[in-house]
């Protein structure tokens, strides 16, 4: 999915195919054309191309909540 539009609409389609097909389905949301994606052959074999965030200080304020005082 590439336009914010277009989520919606492929969440519904995803649950079409798993209704019909009976297996999990992926809807993958594209933020930016060129970024280091984690990225694998399968999900327990995902390769991470940055260190991964352990706690909030280490998260950038878009993947974690924040409290401002």
Known sequence: VF?????APA???AKALMAQYRV???VEVILERVTNISMGSELDNVMEFEDIADNAA???TETCFMHYE
């Open 58 to 60: 280490d998260a950038p």
């Open 3 to 7: 336009k914010p539009e277009d989520i």
């Open 11 to 13: 969440f519904e389609q």
């Open 24 to 26: 999990p389905v992926v």
